[in-house]
């Protein structure tokens, strides 16, 4: 029996090693919130963030979601690969009147951080008549 439990610690231990040595996927962004500023309604605008994988697996993105309908994410649906980039676009096209506005983008992925949230803000503003 002892020599089954010596046995059984010294592949649970091997396992545990092989597994620490490798480094999963993870973003690093550029940045992870952009201001707009002030844009015209009804007008859509777009951002890209763009990001690198520093870690080691290829990084998969599962999901993209905007936290409204006024929110469009676009995403690289290919696996990056460590020292690669990608790029999430996000498209706002505000239709109320005029205000400040924040948005979220939740990322989900394979990555070290499963879940990432980037954020877009700014102020809509009437167009100008002529």
Same mark, same amino acid.
């Given at each position: ?5 010596? +046995?059984?610690?010294?592949?649970? $231990?091997? $396992? ?7 480094? *999963? ?9 952009? #201001?707009?500023?002030?844009?015209? +309604?009804?007008? =859509?605008?777009? /951002? #890209?963030?763009? /990001? ?5 697996? =290829? +990084?998969? !993105? ?6 409204? $309908?006024?929110?469009? *994410?676009? /995403?690289?649906?290919? =696996?990056?690969? @460590? ?14 009147? =005029? ?7 939740? !990322?989900?992925?394979?990555? @070290?951080? *499963?879940?990432?949230? +980037? /954020? !877009? @803000? ?7 008549? @002529?």
């Amino acid at each position: 029996m002892k020599k089954i439990l010596v +046995l059984f610690a010294f592949v649970l $231990g091997l $396992g545990l090693a092989a597994n620490a040595q490798t480094k *999963p996927a993870e973003f690093k962004f550029e940045s992870e919130t952009h #201001d707009f500023g002030k844009i015209v +309604l009804n007008k =859509p605008v777009t /951002y #890209d963030f763009k /990001y690198t994988n520093v870690g080691e697996a =290829p +990084l998969i !993105i599962t999901k993209a979601e905007a936290s409204c $309908g006024c929110t469009v *994410p676009k /995403y690289t649906s290919t =696996p990056i690969k @460590k020292g690669e980039t990608g790029v999430i676009s996000v498209t706002f096209n505000a239709a109320a009147g =005029p205000s400040t506005f924040s948005k979220a983008v939740t !990322i989900t992925s394979n990555a @070290k951080t *499963p879940i990432k949230v +980037l /954020y !877009i @803000k700014g102020e809509t503003v009437a167009a100008s008549s @002529k």
